[in-house]
């Protein structure tokens, strides 16, 4: 199963409380909701794309709770969001080792050796093995080497504050780009697959 994780940040990384002012205040953060201004009909398309091709979807354990909160009520909906009904219909997959029984159907929780179950599912299972939000697992998942594919949605905003998907001190990553594009509300999309570590020279050499 191909791994790709699909991230909306702000031109300075920062990922926390996109999805409006009382999102997630964690840490005092007082400026959610940045996404709205910027995202356009080509960006939603884009995504809603991204979303239909996902074979399963793979979340941390606070980012499951807000996806299962938001779109799993939507279930009953046949004519709801599409990115509702690719959520609701494939299988989810939640890193926990304290959620016992997920609320939202179609829900398997990995618990105990993560590490094992992520190889598991890429060596055995086809598709695409989707990652939404998830900053924590993200990162975990980068610095095992378990990523295929990274895909960023960069809005046009600098926030100053907030958590950002790469900490200041982290492991290093060499990117290959595959596909950049923006929207004319000015997202950037930017897809790139890890290429192993950087190459460190003097930049006259």
């Known amino acids: 199963m191909k791994l790709t994780t699909v991230t909306m940040t702000t031109v300075d990384g920062v990922m926390q409380g996109l999805g409006g002012p009382e999102e997630n205040r964690v840490g005092g953060f007082e400026r959610g909701g940045w996404q709205r201004h910027a995202w356009d009909g080509e960006a939603g ?9 996902a ?3 793979l979340f941390g354990r606070w980012t499951f709770e807000v996806f299962a909160g938001y779109w799993g009520g939507m279930a009953a909906d046949p004519d709801a969001n599409p990115i509702a ?4 219909k494939r299988p989810k997959y939640v890193a926990s080792n304290s959620l016992a029984e997920p609320r939202w159907a179609h829900t398997t929780v990995l618990s105990g050796d993560l590490a094992a179950a992520i190889r598991e599912l890429k060596s055995t299972a086809a598709g695409e093995l989707q990652v939404h939000g998830s900053g924590a697992l993200v990162r975990w998942l980068l610095a095992n080497q378990f990523v295929d594919e990274v895909t960023l949605l960069v809005c046009p905003v600098i926030l100053g504050q907030g958590t950002r998907l790469f900490p200041e ?8 780009l595959v596909e950049s594009r923006s929207t004319p509300g000015g997202v950037t999309i930017q897809v790139y ?3 192993g570590r950087p190459r460190y020279a003097r930049a006259d050499s």
């Open 85 to 88: 009904v690719a959520l609701n």
């Open 169 to 176: 001190n982290g492991p290093d990553v060499a990117l290959e």
């Open 193 to 195: 697959r890890p290429n």
């Open 55 to 57: 074979d399963a979807f």
């Open 45 to 53: 398309a884009y995504l809603n794309e991204v979303y239909q091709r």
